[in-house]
């Protein structure tokens, strides 16, 4: 394609123009409309986003990233930073036709201090990558329950494990941050250096520039108690009155969530699962295997079809949630509740069943997820004792509106329960606010935005 056959809302002279700058600082790595690759290159994981920026940028190091966010300055356009593209349905609807959509999947690899329990994690990383590298140390990190989530997004929005209860949010695992701000400089950020940048990073995430790498502590975990429950739906009212009441002496060690998981008859699946609707419950134990055996022994209890549960390596344990695999097309939504009562018990499981809905879950937090760091960052901590997440599949184009009604079925459920709060790591939809996160950090991260960014330079999936 030529330059000057560019065609995209902008005037004609100004795009040739800013695509010239984008070429020379990149060569064939930054993608316009039309040439090749440059669809597979704006697609995210969550194939129901459909985006189209001016470009796509695919940096291949630190200095690369500099070159994009200067050209990117001069040129006049936004840079939307994006990893794994997981939570690209919180920009749905959003022009991107002055935007460059800087794509970090080509930036990966991870380096392991042992004897430090540190790891340096490039920005595209996912967390297979870290686990990978860990494992053999006998170490492991505070991920979240899917290999292929980014490390730097879900981090800096908090970051839920099956260790929060117990070490609280992923965020607090951050210990520095290498990041290309609005003024094309490329700045280490940390609790000496750049304080308030580290501090903003720390929750404001892509909206305060493109995190390059990330340094992380590591736990000092090999193994870990972990697994699985699983019966017919026909017992959710059951299982799910049981768990609820299960949570509420759970030790800090004890992080669990119940889903109840509603699957189409898929070759694909596996026998237990294809065309069936189940209740789940799925966690992790920081118990020896025989003080953990007692604490699930009121589950065990209710005889389950499918008993999992035993000692895992670490690494392992990202697999027991069963999230998909592979790039997936969905609609979610989530709220937070302070309690799970007898009264929202009902109404989650009467929900489950909703037709078009995939999974609604609920996740045990509190704990250690809920006390505050005193030296975090803008997000340290959730407000409320569970998060219920609703989730509706996008099969066909056609589906969406369908599957949409069903999420926002999941959620508007429980309503008579929720509180004034935001889990991050679960907004994955336009227009949400987002000062439930931040509570009185709101107003500090704002200002913050003024200094780092004033041309609002950079496009978030979880603006500021």
């Given at each position: 394609?030529?330059?000057?056959?560019?065609?995209?809302?902008?005037?004609?002279?100004?795009?040739?123009?800013?695509?010239?700058?984008?070429?020379?600082?990149?060569?064939?790595?930054?993608?316009?409309?039309?040439?090749?690759?440059?669809?597979?290159?704006?697609?995210?994981?969550?194939?129901?986003?459909?985006?189209?920026?001016?470009?796509?940028?695919?940096?291949?190091?630190?200095?690369?990233?500099?070159?994009?966010?200067?050209?990117?300055?001069?040129?006049?356009?936004?840079?939307?930073?994006?990893?794994?593209?997981?939570?690209?349905?919180?920009?749905?609807?959003?022009?991107?036709?002055?935007?460059?959509?800087?794509?970090?999947?080509?930036?990966?690899?991870?380096?392991?201090?042992?004897?430090?329990?540190?790891?340096?994690?490039?920005?595209?990383?996912?967390?297979?990558?870290?686990?990978?590298?860990?494992?053999?140390?006998?170490?492991?990190?505070?991920?979240?329950?899917?290999?292929?989530?980014?490390?730097?997004?879900?981090?800096?929005?908090?970051?839920?494990?099956?260790?929060?209860?117990?070490?609280?949010?992923?965020?607090?695992?951050?210990?520095?941050?290498?990041?290309?701000?609005?003024?094309?400089?490329?700045?280490?950020?940390?609790?000496?250096?750049?304080?308030?940048?580290?501090?903003?990073?720390?929750?404001?995430?892509?909206?305060?520039?493109?995190?390059?790498?990330?340094?992380?502590?590591?736990?000092?975990?090999?193994?870990?108690?972990?697994?699985?429950?699983?019966?017919?739906?026909?017992?959710?009212?059951?299982?799910?009155?049981?768990?609820?009441?299960?949570?509420?002496?759970?030790?800090?060690?004890?992080?669990?969530?119940?889903?109840?998981?509603?699957?189409?008859p898929l070759p694909q699946l596996p026998p237990f699962l294809s065309g069936r609707s189940v209740v789940v419950v799925d966690g992790a134990f920081e118990e020896t295997d025989a003080a953990a055996s007692a604490l699930l022994e009121p589950l065990r209890a209710l005889q389950p079809e499918m008993d999992t549960f035993a000692r895992i390596p670490a690494p392992a344990l990202v697999a027991v949630h069963m999230d998909p695999p592979e790039p997936t097309p969905a609609v979610t939504d989530h709220v937070m509740l302070a309690a799970f009562t007898t009264e929202a018990v009902d109404?989650?499981?009467?929900?489950?069943?909703?037709?078009?809905?995939?999974?609604?879950?609920?996740?045990?937090?509190?704990?250690?997820?809920?006390?505050?760091?005193?030296?975090?960052?803008?997000?340290?901590?959730?407000?409320?004792?569970?998060?219920?997440?609703?989730?509706?599949?996008?099969?066909?184009?056609?589906?969406?509106?369908?599957?949409?009604?069903?999420?926002?079925?999941?959620?508007?459920?429980?309503?008579?329960?929720?509180?004034?709060?935001?889990?991050?790591?679960?907004?994955?939809?336009?227009?949400?606010?987002?000062?439930?996160?931040?509570?009185?950090?709101?107003?500090?991260?704002?200002?913050?935005?003024?200094?780092?960014?004033?041309?609002?330079?950079?496009?978030?999936?979880?603006?500021?």
């Amino acid at each position: 394609m030529s330059l000057n056959d560019l065609a995209i809302d902008v005037p004609d002279a100004a795009a040739a123009a800013a695509a010239a700058e984008l070429r020379a600082a990149l060569g064939d790595r930054v993608l316009f409309p039309g040439d090749p690759g440059f669809d597979a290159a704006r697609t995210p994981w969550n194939v129901a986003v459909d985006q189209y920026p001016f470009a796509v940028a695919l940096p291949e190091s630190a200095d690369d990233v500099v070159d994009i966010v200067r050209a990117a300055t001069l040129a006049g356009l936004r840079v939307a930073p994006q990893s794994t593209g997981h939570a690209a349905a919180a920009m749905a609807g959003a022009d991107l036709s002055r935007t460059v959509l800087l794509s970090l999947r080509g930036l990966r690899g991870v380096q392991v201090d042992p004897d430090a329990r540190t790891a340096r994690v490039l920005g595209g990383s996912v967390w297979s990558d870290v686990l990978e590298s860990a494992g053999p140390h006998g170490l492991t990190a505070l991920h979240g329950s899917a290999a292929d989530v980014s490390v730097v997004g879900y981090l800096l929005s908090g970051g839920l494990s099956f260790y929060a209860r117990k070490r609280g949010l992923g965020v607090n695992c951050v210990r520095a941050v290498h990041v290309v701000t609005a003024d094309g400089r490329l700045v280490h950020a940390s609790a000496e250096e750049n304080p308030d940048l580290f501090w903003a990073l720390r929750g404001g995430s892509g909206a305060f520039g493109v995190v390059v790498s990330i340094e992380i502590e590591l736990l000092p975990i090999a193994d870990v108690f972990a697994g699985m429950l699983l019966w017919d739906a026909s017992r959710a009212a059951e299982v799910t009155h049981a768990w609820a009441e299960w949570t509420r002496s759970a030790p800090e060690s004890a992080t669990t969530t119940l889903r109840i998981m509603n699957f189409p008859p898929l070759p694909q699946l596996p026998p237990f699962l294809s065309g069936r609707s189940v209740v789940v419950v799925d966690g992790a134990f920081e118990e020896t295997d025989a003080a953990a055996s007692a604490l699930l022994e009121p589950l065990r209890a209710l005889q389950p079809e499918m008993d999992t549960f035993a000692r895992i390596p670490a690494p392992a344990l990202v697999a027991v949630h069963m999230d998909p695999p592979e790039p997936t097309p969905a609609v979610t939504d989530h709220v937070m509740l302070a309690a799970f009562t007898t009264e929202a018990v009902d109404a989650f499981v009467a929900v489950g069943r909703t037709p078009g809905l995939f999974v609604q879950e609920i996740r045990h937090v509190g704990g250690a997820a809920s006390r505050p760091s005193p030296d975090g960052g803008a997000v340290s901590s959730l407000v409320g004792e569970y998060v219920v997440h609703s989730i509706a599949m996008v099969p066909v184009p056609e589906a969406a509106p369908v599957a949409s009604a069903a999420a926002r079925a999941g959620v508007a459920a429980m309503e008579p329960w929720r509180i004034d709060a935001v889990a991050l790591t679960f907004v994955d939809a336009p227009d949400v606010d987002l000062t439930g996160a931040f509570g009185q950090a709101w107003a500090r991260l704002r200002q913050l935005k003024l200094q780092f960014d004033p041309a609002d330079l950079f496009a978030a999936a979880r603006p500021v």
